[in-house]
């Protein structure tokens, strides 16, 4: 069974500073990894994904992340953040084989000061 | 394609009552998943099906919980009956088969659950 951790619940950031969010996983095969985005009284929406291929995602609104298999990490990270940026950012994992469920994260909660 | 639609957006029921959150998932997609979101437990995977077929419902919290899904376009998830701890916002996603180019879940809005 894969597992996800988001060490940090709440972040705290300025307007135009970066910040990066943290996720690490486990699991005992291999996976493919997602971080979704949830703004107020809204659902889910997909950032990124990482599938195969180069470790460096690009997603939506100026995020990327990086996947790193020695360290079992998959960080988010955005140069310079914006008032809007503000939402609750999921980490999720499912196996490329086998099980199709997804396992998210408890979340980070991204607060951008002006 | 208008997304994942799920109904209602909200629901308030009192204790003891049936409740009966919809979903109804993007054309074509092969997979559905039902999630409940709660302060406490974050988002957990309560069930899945996949071509219409429960897959793995070891994440539905008691009997007094049960989902259909009758065709590709419509599920159900109820509870009866309901209890003040089923409060929660629920969602719906659906997904592709997945193939080589992996797979995201598609979400839908939304119902929050108050049980009073």
């Known amino acids: 069974a894969q597992s996800v951790t988001q060490l940090d619940s709440q972040v705290p950031v300025f307007e135009e500073a970066p910040v990066e969010l943290r996720c690490n996983y486990s699991?005992?095969?291999?996976?493919?990894l997602f971080w979704y985005v949830q703004y107020p009284n809204q659902g889910l929406q997909l950032l990124l994904k990482?599938?195969?291929?180069?470790?460096l995602v690009k997603g939506i609104n100026g995020f990327e992340a990086e996947f790193n298999k020695s360290q079992t990490s998959f960080h988010l990270r955005k140069p310079s953040v914006h008032i809007s940026d503000t939402a609750e950012y999921f980490c999720?994992?499912?196996?490329?084989?086998?099980?199709?469920?997804?396992?998210f994260g408890t979340g980070t909660r991204l607060t951008i000061i002006p | 394609d208008a997304g994942v639609i799920q109904s209602p957006r909200h629901e308030v029921t009192e204790m003891g009552q049936e409740v009966t959150l919809r979903c109804k998932p993007i054309?074509?997609?092969?997979?559905l998943f039902w999630y409940r979101q709660t302060m406490m437990r974050g988002l957990e995977l309560l069930i899945y099906f996949n071509n219409n077929v429960p897959i793995d419902d070891s994440g539905m919290p008691e009997d007094r919980f049960s989902a259909k899904m009758p065709n590709a376009s419509f599920s159900t998830l109820k509870i009866q009956p309901s209890e003040p701890r089923d409060s929660a916002v629920y969602f719906c996603?659906?997904?592709?088969?997945?193939?080589?180019?992996?797979?995201?879940?598609?979400f839908g809005q939304g119902t929050r659950l108050t049980v009073v």
């Open positions: 699991s005992s095969v291999s996976v493919y």
């Open positions: 054309s074509g997609h092969d997979y």
């Open positions: 990482y599938l195969s291929g180069s470790t």
């Open positions: 999720a994992v499912s196996e490329t084989f086998g099980n199709e469920k997804l396992t």
């Open positions: 996603a659906s997904s592709l088969e997945r193939g080589s180019l992996g797979t995201e879940a598609f």
